[in-house]
């Protein structure tokens, strides 16, 4: 990602007639990701949450008489909205507004109510009427050659901002695209001229904030799925951003014309750690956009904060203050969002944000992260008939109960279990069938292998305990040739 400090997405020509596109699909492998990752959609949407992010650093006023910082907290009065953000937090008091029309389906389910399609649905509907009636007059009317409105190429980055209908879940990728519906906005002129940041923060404090209540509240009102999620092991179920905007408030304070401090923090910020203490959290979470995210997870989540959330638990570590953890954010957004399969898959691209290739793109190195994405030729072809219809999945921690090694006889100390410096214990991965396919009945090996179990074949119960050992052993060997999994490498 960029970081100049004056980075900023470009502006059409309002005078110059564009053509648009209906946005389509275009990420369907992992190589995919990878050109994905040298687009002009990646410049845009990379240089758009550069610009957001800095401007919510705080401020040193260099006119005022005594040394004085200006924050940006939630419901600061030193941000005044302009008519373009009023509009947009009128448009998603209306969609709340929707919830309250659909009641939930009685039926019992563990997770989704089918009623959130019922939302959707009636989204979808009303979508074009909205945005025309929403968004300002300079984008509706913004002059085009093409069969294709402004107003038909931004609806598929509004409705994909909501979860998605189809699986009744809500992820990182839906935030994107609200992202993406933002930057589309700012690349239509939908946003006034500002300096120093206003523009942006008026975008983040207005628009973002009652965007992120909108979607808990669906995910608590219909029960949605997390979206690509990794588990205890993915840095939030849901969201990304705020934890991105939310260090930044706390960072130690910069001028306009500086980059992004790498270190430090505001005086008086809270301390990172604070994240265990649900009443501390509860207090810190009306104002800032990190402690809002925390606060989410106490609600929809039980048992100690470590155990369900090891990643920000980590991260809380960090002794060199919020503007490490802020840059650290930064990374692991690009690492863990948009070099992603799961996550960037559905992410379509029109010609406000292209697929073309950006010409000042410097190709990105292999990683582990390219490489472990999912090809065509990776996805073996399922029948209809099929008991799994999913698609392989990457590499990624297991429940701790998942493994082989959890039938073995010696007693395991209960610390292995924790999460030492963020990573999954070994005996949470679960080996591959294939190393176990030689010992199975009817195999080439099966006879070799009873020879050698010799007595304990006629007593089940150590024949039993040998062939579990066996198992264990193969899936020490499995986890050595591992790689380790993703972590914040920052989070030291």
């Not at 924050?71 to 709340?96: I, K």
């Not at 239509?188 to 500002?194: A, E, R």
């Not at 120093?196 to 995910?219: A, T």
């Not at 073309?356 to 029948?383: F, G, M, N």
């Amino acid at each position: 990602m960029s970081s100049s400090s004056t980075a900023c997405i470009e502006r059409l020509d309002q005078a110059t007639p564009h053509i648009f596109m209906l946005p389509v699909k275009k990420i369907n492998t992992g190589q995919d990701v990878s050109t994905f990752l040298v687009s002009k959609a990646y410049r845009d949407l990379t240089e758009f949450l550069v610009q957001l992010n800095r401007s919510m650093f705080p401020l040193v006023d260099e006119h005022a008489q005594q040394w004085k910082p200006q924050v940006f907290e939630l419901g600061t009065p030193l941000v005044r909205f302009s008519d373009t953000v009023l509009q947009l937090r009128r448009l998603l008091a209306n969609l709340g507004q929707i919830i309250e029309e659909i009641p939930l389906d009685p039926g019992p389910r563990r997770f989704g109510n089918v009623s959130f399609r019922k939302w959707h649905e009636a989204v979808d509907l009303q979508a074009q009427a909205l945005l025309q009636q929403y968004l300002p007059p300079q984008v509706c009317a913004f002059a085009h050659t093409s069969d294709i409105d402004p107003i038909t190429e931004l609806r598929a980055y509004f409705l994909g901002s909501f979860g998605s209908s189809q699986r009744l879940d809500y992820g990182t990728g839906h935030e994107l695209s609200f992202l993406a519906f933002l930057a589309c906005v700012w690349k239509l002129g939908g946003f006034p001229d500002g300096t120093g940041g206003d523009v942006e923060r008026q975008i983040i404090l207005g628009v973002l904030d009652p965007y992120l209540i909108l979607v808990r509240r669906l995910i608590t009102t219909y029960n949605l799925e997390p979206a690509g999620s990794h588990g205890v092991w993915g840095l939030d179920d849901h969201s990304f951003l705020p934890y991105i905007f939310g260090s930044a408030q706390n960072g130690p304070p910069m001028k306009n014309t500086e980059c992004p401090p790498a270190e430090g923090s505001l005086l008086g910020a809270p301390d990172p750690g604070i994240v265990t203490n649900a009443h501390q959290v509860e207090k810190e979470r009306r104002t800032n956009f990190y402690f809002g995210a925390i606060g989410f997870i106490y609600d929809v989540k039980k048992g100690p904060f470590w155990e369900h959330s090891p990643t920000l638990y980590d991260i809380s570590g960090v002794r060199s203050g919020w503007a490490k953890i802020n840059k650290g954010m930064m990374r692991m957004y690009n690492a863990e969002v948009l070099s992603k399969f799961p996550v960037v898959q559905h992410f379509p691209f029109g010609s406000l944000l292209s697929w073309e290739r950006d010409s000042k793109a410097i190709e990105p190195p292999p990683s582990v992260h390219s490489t472990c994405q999912p090809s065509r030729d990776s996805v073996a072809p399922v029948s209809v008939n099929s008991a799994s219809m999913r698609h392989p999945v990457q590499e990624g921690t297991q429940a701790p109960w998942a493994s082989l090694r959890a039938g073995r006889s010696e007693a395991i100390d209960g610390s292995q279990l924790l999460p030492a410096s963020g990573q999954p214990h070994e005996s949470r991965i679960v080996p591959k069938v294939a190393q176990y396919s030689s010992i199975m009945p009817g195999s080439v090996g099966h006879a070799a292998e009873q020879r050698r179990i010799g007595s304990t074949a006629h007593d089940p119960a150590r024949r039993a305990m040998h062939l579990v050992r066996n198992a264990a052993a193969n899936a020490d060997a499995h986890v050595a040739s591992m790689p380790p999994p993703t972590k914040a490498p920052w989070a030291k």
